[in-house]
């Protein structure tokens, strides 16, 4: 997973591997998850995969990122306060939107997540 994270930075800013790869180290083990930088996909839940994308999704220059449904990456939205602290741990200067379907919305009340309808 490491790897995949790292990519991002490699390809779109020339940066050297091992400094990419520190970074998103750095960036999975602010939420605990530095146990998966080594593991492949097919050992993660879809938990760990949708942190990997969102990290990914972090490297990125753009100011914004989208999470489109997060109940089809996550295969249980019962633990989204949790995920959302750790997004929120993540996240300083992009701005995150959900988009999801109305019957979620209390999932994400009172959070920094926008809402939108």
């Known amino acids: 997973m490491l790897e995949n994270i790292a990519l991002i930075k490699e ?3 020339h940066m050297a591997t091992l400094k990419a790869q520190e970074i998103a180290r750095e960036l999975l083990k602010k939420i605990s998850y530095e146990h998966i930088a080594l593991s492949r996909v097919s050992a993660c839940s879809p938990t760990e995969i949708f942190y990997i ?3 990914r999704a972090l490297m990125m220059k753009e100011d914004d990122i989208l999470i ?9 939205l ?7 602290e750790n997004i929120n741990i993540l996240t300083d200067k992009k701005n995150i939107l959900i988009v999801d379907i109305s019957n979620n ?11 939108v309808k």
């Open 11 to 13: 390809i779109h800013e």
């Open 53 to 55: 994308q969102f990290i």
């Open 68 to 76: 489109v449904t997060p109940y089809s990456l996550i295969d249980n």
């Open 78 to 84: 019962r633990n989204i306060n949790v995920i959302i």
């Open 105 to 115: 919305e209390i999932h994400y009340k009172g959070t920094t997540c926008n809402i």
